[in-house]
């Protein structure tokens, strides 16, 4: 319980808002980031942070493109310890400028802090210090109910509440009135959706993720198209509706959108390995589904053959799908 608690009590995302008067690059990063042009937003933010090295929006945003990009390529072994480094110099800079703030921006910088912390806390999660991360992932969450008491309106903050309340609540199902947690914390999630950009594509991801839990496929492909329409390439949210797709018995579908996937992550630089063998499990598990066999084989072969680096088989999710295309294999190879 304690695991899936820290791992999912903070969103993918988490980035800079426009708070104190974001500069166009700043605003040019945003959409960077969530378009996954990593290079391109570190590019912009080492420009502003060469013109003033203590402008705590660009450093705290330098910090979110860090974390996201480490989330999306799960690059947790290799660039994990170096992120929370990092972050700690961070939190110490925006600490320090807390107190010289009042009124918005003292709140804004509350936010800052309780998602530094909760960056924090997922990568010891995701490194195995899970006392410590359970530690941080709390502190988060107090902070931003503190957000939540100066500002009701600033729904940003109800994203990491809500996946709390959610997931705690479901994890304690057996007690009376936990069910009262699990919905509020949905409400708070799905509240988070209309907040400001970026922060409601952070709670879409969130909300997609727990919609195919409950095996509500229609909506949750219906938020992932919503953020597709805007960026098309978005290889974290068609990776989503791929799965959707797989779930819902719409092999046909899946094989289309893991194909374009697919196409997709070998175009990045560097590979995504976890978005590739996610891709070959879909197609793999699809075409075995809908009774195209040969191409299953052709494309657990595939994979299976790639030479992944270390570091990435030891990540739980590259690890699992890969165990499962074998065993697909293996059943088709039976027959």
Not at 169 to 186: K, Q, Y
Not at 196 to 215: T, V
Not at 247 to 273: D, V
Request: aromatic share 10%; charged share 20%; hydrophobic share 40%.
């Amino acid at each position: 319980m304690l695991k899936k608690l820290i791992l999912l009590v903070v969103t993918v995302f988490f980035a800079a808002v426009n708070s104190f008067g974001l500069t166009v690059q700043l605003e040019a990063v945003q959409n960077d980031l969530v378009a996954q042009r990593y290079k391109a937003a570190k590019d912009n933010l080492r420009m502003v942070l060469s013109q003033n090295p203590t402008d705590i929006e660009a450093l705290y945003l330098q910090l979110a493109v860090c974390q996201t990009e480490i989330l999306d390529y799960e690059s947790y072994n290799t660039d994990g310890k170096r992120f929370i480094a990092t972050a700690d110099s961070v939190k110490e800079i925006i600490e320090k400028r807390m107190t010289l703030l009042h009124g918005k921006d003292s709140v804004m910088c509350l936010f800052y802090l309780a998602n530094v912390y909760g960056g924090i806390s997922v990568m010891q999660a995701k490194t195995g210090e899970w006392l410590d991360g359970a530690k941080n992932g709390m502190a988060s969450v107090e902070l931003l109910r503190q957000v939540q008491k100066a500002e009701p309106d600033f729904l940003a903050a109800n994203l990491g509440v809500g996946l709390f309340n959610y997931y705690f609540g479901s994890s304690l199902n057996w007690l009376p009135f936990s069910g009262r947690r699990v919905n509020e914390g949905l409400c708070d999630i799905e509240a988070a959706t209309q907040s400001e950009f970026p922060f409601n594509y952070a709670a879409k991801n969130s909300l997609c993720w727990i919609l195919i839990d409950k095996q509500e496929y229609t909506r949750a492909d219906s938020v992932a198209v919503s953020v597709l329409n805007s960026y098309p390439n978005n290889t974290i949210f068609l990776r989503i509706r791929s799965i959707i797709d797989l779930r819902s018995g719409a092999y046909k579908n899946a094989i289309e959108h893991a194909n374009q996937l697919l196409q997709l992550t070998k175009e990045r630089a560097p590979r995504n390995w976890s978005d590739l063998v996610a891709a070959y499990y879909i197609l793999v598990e699809s075409y075995s589904l809908n009774g195209q066999v040969s191409e299953s084989l052709v494309a657990a072969d595939t994979i299976l053959g790639q030479n992944i680096p270390q570091a990435y088989l030891s990540v739980p999710h590259i690890k699992k799908n890969l165990k499962r295309i074998r065993d697909i294999k293996e059943k088709m190879c039976e027959k």
